[in-house]
């Protein structure tokens, strides 16, 4: 037999509603069943005085502190709050101005057994002792428990997005739940941007990995929606972390647990552009705890692009004579697929000691075939290539893609006795990143039948390698009561390879190697960092936290074909300091933040590789690209009200030596696309987010942010190119669900983008949309849910238009992402909650990170 019972109703000024935290009854009075709701009203007013209520929240088995557990002040007799609060990331709380007297302190948290604790205020500071929370027990088939967390939560430091809660990432990847993160822009390559900023660095379960260190769009295409849990997003990281990009943190949690027995998950699903598999499994007894996920996936679609450009005389600089133009258009279609895996093993000898091992395994491959129609009439001269290799041709191309990775991380930590904020961690990790790349191209004259012999082709291997080990301590330490120093020391070790080559074959020529295009790269980067922030109150209103690392760099790249290798070294400073203001509203914050932040190339960026699938329109990267230095400025308002969720950002950077894309065209009218620190990039924007709930069981959020972007460029300027851009980039995305009766709930996402300002140009205006209808089953063990993405557009049209003073061109490329698919979950085994132990980990933030497109290669 199931009963309802109601939860006390604190949500509107005590905590953030994004919390959702379910108020357990109270000690005693422990639910065996039924339905928990949430609802929202105005607290009465408390009676004033002079008297401070302060003190600790435990979890009871593992003695850490309960981080944002929610604090309500009950009268001596009744169940009105009159008062209450959120406690801090270390447990603590406090309540000022109250009337001496006797009261109730209930404290609650999500998956623990509430609280109930007689105080009593007197006129000035009380501590109450420590309060230990006992986790509570759920057993499948006994309970069912409904209320959930919201889409969108607001802590102190970051926004997260529950991706489990949200219907429409049912099936889907790791780029279609970034879309839906608060701040976060990702186009329909899978491009990721933050607040205006594509540096930025991605992390996955707080650590760096080798799934996402080369091409990030292509990465988030490998990752199924259905393993991640929720969505971090910092943008205003401390100095603890590595170089943290210009625009901050993105953080992609997993779906993982820490719960006693063995249980699991299966899930499927099946869609018109893309599907998979998976399964999850842990166990868990004592001190013992394995997780273990393996995932499979596949995803198809086609590939049409237009090219259009119209080229200008380079060798006297006279803009207004044309010399040719370029009309293209490519049709191909593409598929791929891999799987990744991963175990973890946690062992906890004593109360005080935890030490973890976790080993992370993905491989991915795809493969395109492109037929490219190209026609190249000159206006201006001679033909730019007698042997018709660049004039009007048809082309067969055919491109492959495979890359495998691993990491494998180990954690030692250090609690030092019940309630004790001090701690130490040992950490250290080895991540392996391999990767293939192959193009084979068959050239036919235009009007000949590509049944016959080929008049050109040409294919070309390369093989790139990414190693990284990192060894890292932290440690933390208390100085009083309410102050905390944290400091500790890395070291990182990255070795870079990319073997490269070209062989070419002209009519009935066997193939020969081109030397000039044939190479082996060898790069190699020693980062030695040490960190200290130091975290105090200032008065009763405020909190400042002041930090600074101090990083060396030793760089060293070499080409097989040079006799000098070329080597740099740099010592940096870069301080980070964070001024918060608590606000009369509970929970309600005002903070300013400032901090330097270095950013080094990835081998996205470095690898010297040059792509000629297409003639007219060739990639590389650049090995001789240095670190780029941003100064980041914020100012972040967060408050609730009536359980609503409103934050707002400010922000202003600005970037030197910033690494940018430059096209570059050739005096036989090439385009060649590669990276330079050329620019300074200076960024002015901001960001609203707001999470509401017009009825209890409707919930909206959305996410509003405008930017004005200055870009110049005074080497390009120099050289006649075009050096200079500005304009104001927007964007907005809404998410929406509501829960119907009887285990059924819809969700809507919908977002448009304005177009994005590049250097040289700038790419055009794009939308997107979905809806997710879900259907519990099986006594709430499973669930079936029917998504559909963009169902009445056909496609994406992206076009990318530039122009550098030479050659003025329009790219654009039709991505079909309309689609359906439906998917089924199933969880299994028996749910006894163990309250999870605070973690730590190490994170690589300081690389700049591949943009996509292409298949990684620049």
């Given at each position: 037999m199931k009963h309802t019972y109601l939860p006390l109703v604190l949500t509107s000024l005590?905590?953030?509603?994004?919390?959702?935290?379910?108020?357990?009854?109270?000690?005693?009075?422990?639910?065996?069943?039924?339905?928990?709701?949430?609802?929202?009203?105005?607290?009465?007013?408390?009676?004033?005085?002079?008297?401070?209520?302060?003190?600790?929240?435990?979890?009871?088995?593992?003695?850490?502190?309960?981080?944002?557990?929610?604090?309500?002040?009950?009268?001596?007799?009744?169940?009105?709050?009159?008062?209450?609060?959120?406690?801090?990331?270390?447990?603590?709380?406090?309540l000022k101005n109250l009337a001496p007297g006797s009261y109730r302190l209930q404290i609650s948290f999500i998956g623990y057994t509430a609280q109930l604790v007689p105080v009593t205020v007197t006129s000035g500071a009380t501590t109450v002792p420590a309060v230990s929370l006992a986790s509570s027990t759920q057993k499948l088939g006994e309970v069912t428990v409904t209320g959930e967390r919201p889409v969108v939560e607001s802590k102190p430091d970051r926004l997260v997005y529950n991706a489990a809660?949200?219907?429409?990432?049912?099936?889907?990847?790791?780029?279609?739940?970034?879309?839906?993160?608060?701040?976060?822009?990702?186009?329909?390559?899978?491009?990721?941007?933050?607040?205006?900023?594509?540096?930025?660095?991605?992390?996955?379960?707080?650590?760096?990995?080798?799934?996402?260190?080369?091409?990030?769009?292509?990465?988030?295409?490998?990752?199924?929606?259905?393993?991640?849990?929720?969505?971090?997003?910092?943008?205003?990281?401390?100095?603890?972390?590595?170089?943290?990009?210009?625009?901050?943190?993105?953080n992609i949690v997993l779906k993982e647990n820490n719960l006693q027995g063995i249980n699991g998950n299966v899930g499927l699903a099946v869609g018109t552009r893309n599907s998979n598999g998976n399964l999850g499994l842990n166990a868990r007894k004592g001190k013992l705890g394995l997780s273990a996920a393996l995932?499979?996936?596949?995803?198809?679609?086609?590939?049409?692009?237009?090219?259009?450009?119209?080229?200008?005389?380079?060798?006297?600089?006279?803009?207004?004579?044309?010399?040719?133009?370029?009309?293209?258009?490519?049709?191909?279609?593409?598929?791929?697929?891999?799987?990744?895996?991963?175990?973890?093993?946690?062992?906890?000898?004593?109360?005080?000691?935890?030490?973890?091992?976790?080993?992370?395994?993905?491989?991915?491959?795809?493969?395109?075939?492109?037929?490219?129609?190209?026609?190249?009439?000159?206006?201006?001269?001679?033909?730019?290539?007698?042997?018709?290799?660049?004039?009007?041709?048809?082309?067969?191309?055919?491109?492959?893609?495979?890359?495998?990775?691993?990491?494998?991380?180990?954690?030692?930590?250090?609690?030092?006795?019940?309630?004790?904020?001090?701690?130490?961690?040992?950490?250290?990790?080895?991540?392996?990143?391999?990767?293939?790349?192959?193009?084979?191209?068959?050239?036919f004259p235009l009007e000949a039948s590509t049944d016959g012999m080929p008049v050109f082709q040409e294919f070309s291997p390369n093989t790139a390698r990414n190693l990284e080990t990192t060894i890292q301590t932290d440690y933390v330490l208390p100085i009083k009561e309410k102050q905390t120093l944290e400091f500790g020391g890395k070291l990182i070790k990255r070795t870079v390879e990319s073997d490269y080559r070209v062989s070419r074959a002209d009519g009935d020529a066997p193939f020969a190697e081109v030397s000039a295009l044939t190479n082996t790269y060898d790069y190699n980067q020693d980062v030695q960092a040490g960190y200290a922030t130091y975290a105090t109150p200032l008065g009763k209103l405020y909190n400042v936290r002041l930090g600074a690392r101090v990083e060396r760099t030793d760089l060293q790249g070499n080409f097989q074909n040079q006799d000098k290798p070329f080597s740099l070294d740099f010592t940096n400073v870069l301080p980070n300091v964070a001024l918060t203001r608590n606000l009369k509203q509970p929970g309600s914050t005002v903070r300013l933040s400032y901090s330097r932040r270095i950013q080094r190339p990835s081998i996205f960026y470095l690898n010297p590789y040059r792509n000629v699938t297409d003639p007219r329109n060739i990639s590389q990267g650049n090995p001789e690209l240095k670190a780029e230095f941003t100064d980041n400025y914020e100012v972040n308002w967060n408050t609730f009200v009536k359980g609503s969720v409103l934050n707002v950002t400010a922000y202003s950077r600005q970037t030197n030596n910033a690494i940018e894309r430059i096209y570059k065209t050739d005096k036989q009218g090439r385009v060649v696309s590669t990276y330079g620190n050329v620019a300074r990039n200076q960024t002015y924007g901001l960001n609203l987010f707001g999470s509401f709930?017009?009825?209890?069981?409707?919930?909206?959020?959305?996410?509003?942010?405008?930017?004005?972007?200055?870009?110049?460029?005074?080497?390009?300027?120099?050289?006649?190119?075009?050096?200079?851009?500005?304009?104001?980039?927007?964007?907005?995305?809404?998410?929406?669900?509501?829960k119907f009766d009887k285990g059924l709930s819809l969700q809507f996402f919908g977002m448009l983008n304005s177009p994005r300002i590049q250097l040289q140009g700038k790419s055009s205006a794009w939308q997107m949309y979905s809806i997710g209808l879900r259907k519990?089953?099986?006594?709430?063990?499973?669930?079936?849910?029917?998504?559909?993405?963009?169902?009445?557009?056909?496609?994406?049209?992206?076009?990318?238009?530039?122009?550098?003073?030479?050659?003025?061109?329009?790219?654009?490329?039709?991505?079909?992402?309309?689609?359906?698919?439906?998917?089924?979950?199933?969880?299994?085994?028996?749910?006894?909650?163990?309250?999870?132990?605070?973690?730590?980990?190490?994170?690589?933030?300081?690389?700049?990170?591949?943009?996509?497109?292409?298949?990684?290669?620049?």
């Open positions: 005590l905590a953030a509603p994004a919390l959702a935290q379910t108020t357990p009854a109270p000690a005693g009075q422990r639910p065996t069943g039924g339905t928990v709701t949430a609802t929202s009203t105005a607290l009465p007013a408390a009676p004033q005085g002079t008297g401070r209520l302060e003190g600790t929240v435990l979890d009871a088995t593992t003695k850490k502190p309960v981080e944002y557990a929610t604090v309500a002040l009950l009268p001596a007799n009744g169940e009105v709050p009159l008062d209450g609060t959120v406690a801090d990331d270390r447990g603590r709380y406090q809660q949200d219907a429409t990432n049912r099936g889907g990847t790791a780029a279609d739940v970034l879309r839906k993160a608060p701040m976060l822009s990702v186009d329909p390559d899978g491009n990721l941007q933050l607040n205006g900023s594509a540096n930025v660095r991605v992390l996955i379960n707080g650590k760096p990995s080798a799934v996402v260190s080369g091409d990030l769009a292509q990465a988030l295409k490998q990752l199924p929606a259905d393993q991640i849990k929720n969505v971090e997003v910092i943008t205003s990281p401390s100095a603890k972390y590595d170089g943290e990009g210009s625009g901050g943190i993105v995932n499979g996936w596949g995803f198809y679609a086609p590939g049409d692009q237009e090219v259009d450009r119209t080229d200008r005389n380079v060798l006297n600089k006279q803009k207004d004579l044309t010399t040719g133009y370029l009309r293209q258009r490519n049709d191909g279609f593409g598929g791929g697929g891999g799987g990744n895996g991963r175990i973890g093993l946690d062992y906890e000898p004593a109360p005080n000691h935890a030490l973890s091992l976790a080993f992370n395994g993905s491989l991915f491959r795809n493969r395109f075939d492109v037929d490219i129609d190209n026609r190249y009439d000159v206006a201006l001269g001679e033909p730019a290539d007698s042997t018709g290799q660049l004039g009007n041709y048809q082309r067969e191309t055919m491109q492959k893609f495979r890359t495998q990775s691993y990491d494998l991380t180990g954690t030692y930590t250090r609690t030092f006795g019940q309630g004790s904020r001090r701690e130490w961690t040992v950490l250290a990790q080895h991540s392996r990143n391999r990767n293939y790349r192959f193009y084979d191209v068959d050239q709930k017009p009825l209890p069981k409707w919930d909206i959020s959305g996410n509003v942010s405008a930017y004005y972007v200055y870009l110049f460029s005074q080497s390009l300027t120099d050289l006649g190119q075009r050096g200079k851009n500005s304009g104001v980039v927007y964007s907005a995305n809404i998410n929406s669900g509501y519990e089953v099986l006594k709430g063990k499973g669930d079936f849910t029917l998504n559909a993405d963009n169902p009445f557009t056909r496609y994406v049209k992206l076009a990318n238009d530039f122009d550098n003073g030479f050659s003025d061109s329009r790219n654009t490329t039709f991505i079909y992402n309309r689609g359906v698919r439906a998917a089924f979950s199933y969880r299994f085994g028996k749910l006894e909650n163990k309250p999870q132990r605070p973690k730590r980990s190490i994170r690589n933030d300081d690389q700049k990170a591949g943009e996509g497109g292409g298949q990684g290669q620049p």
